[in-house]
């Protein structure tokens, strides 16, 4: 018998991270979605998940103590159950800014000069039977609106500060101590501005909340940058504003329904696709992944938890 802690391991870490999570503990794999084996289930403590551990999963595990995930998001963490039954839930703010703050930027300058085109006409012989591809549109000193100016919002502006940009911002309430222009309305901000760039927390509140009228807004020269969560846009209308031409272009890093993708969106040349890799980098996950590690370690020798979600921490609170 392993005296090692039992530990359900739900998502995918970068090898160096399995190797010391094997180390320690006595980890079983599994997904989100599974039944777990009812020998099996009393023994789990802990879960590692990846941003994804449903409520369905928490009711099978009675035993269970802790939930570390390796991700910033936990919108597919059952947090409301795990609140009711007193068990934390971690997740990994604030290691992946610079990755995300890049990637929006890459984007918004991929999609305005066309270089994801740019690239297939070259690659397709294009450049030498028909010449020198349209003109593009020049990104610096353009106007850019940030939907959610948190950590990667404020990382995202001051990389666009560097490229002359001038910068406005909507959230729930102004944030003080930054130099950017405040707008409360989604779709002021769409109308006075060339790029939008979506980086909002996506609760309940904010499904779809990109809407036709937002969309459209911005208008057929505008371009939108989601790098947030996939329903935060609505997708139908996306797709209808960019084939009428009541958008300019848009660059999408998720998805309503991932890994699915619209064909439409895949046939259009004015929109920059990519699988959700806004912190797919070997560095970053690491990163992810050891303070998920550094969690669980620090809650089974009873220290303070380094990163625990305001749900869990107020329920947890409550309960004492």
């Known amino acids: 018998m392993s005296d090692l802690i039992d530990v359900l391991q739900v998502a995918h870490v970068v090898p160096a991270i399995a190797d010391k999570l094997k180390a320690t503990y006595h980890v079983h794999r599994a997904s989100p979605g599974d039944t777990i084996a009812p020998d099996l289930a009393p023994k789990i403590?802990?879960?590692v998940a990846g941003g994804?551990?449903?409520?369905s999963l928490l009711a099978q595990l009675p035993k269970l103590e802790i939930i570390a995930s390796a991700s910033v998001g936990y919108d597919g963490i059952g947090v409301t159950e795990a609140g009711a039954r007193n068990i934390p839930v971690t997740h990994t703010p604030n290691v992946l800014n610079d990755d995300v703050a890049d990637l929006a930027i890459a984007l918004m300058v991929m999609t305005a000069r066309g270089l994801a085109t740019a690239d297939k006409y070259v690659r397709d012989g294009q450049w030498v039977a028909k010449?020198?591809?349209k003109l593009a549109r020049t990104v610096s000193g353009k106007k850019l609106g940030i939907v959610g100016?948190?950590?990667?919002?404020?990382d995202i502006a001051r990389r666009a500060e560097a490229m002359n940009m001038t910068i406005s911002y909507t959230n729930r309430r102004p944030v003080e101590g930054v130099p950017y222009k405040f707008v409360s309305s989604l779709l002021d901000l769409a109308r006075d501005n060339d790029f939008i760039i979506l980086i909002a927390s996506a609760g309940p509140d904010a499904t779809k909340m990109i809407n036709k009228d937002v969309i459209e807004a911005l208008g057929p020269d505008g371009i939108l940058i989601n790098v947030s969560?996939?329903?935060?846009v609505d997708e139908a209308a996306?797709?209808?504003a960019l084939k009428s031409g009541k958008l300019g272009g848009a660059a999408l890093d998720v998805f309503e329904d991932e890994p699915n993708v619209p064909a439409e969106l895949m046939a259009m040349d004015n929109v920059v696709l990519t699988p959700h890799l806004g912190s797919s980098t070997i560095e970053t996950r690491t990163a992810m992944g050891q303070l998920?590690?550094?969690n669980l370690a620090a809650w089974f020798a009873g220290r303070?938890?380094?990163?625990?979600v305001p749900e869990t921490q107020a329920a947890r609170r409550v309960a004492k």
């Open 45 to 47: 403590r802990a879960i």
């Open 52 to 55: 994804v551990a449903p409520a």
């Open 131 to 133: 010449g020198n591809m």
């Open 149 to 154: 100016l948190g950590r990667i919002g404020k």
């Open 229 to 232: 969560r996939g329903r935060v």
């Open 238 to 240: 996306l797709v209808q």
């Open 292 to 294: 998920a590690l550094d």
């Open 304 to 308: 303070p938890l380094l990163t625990e």
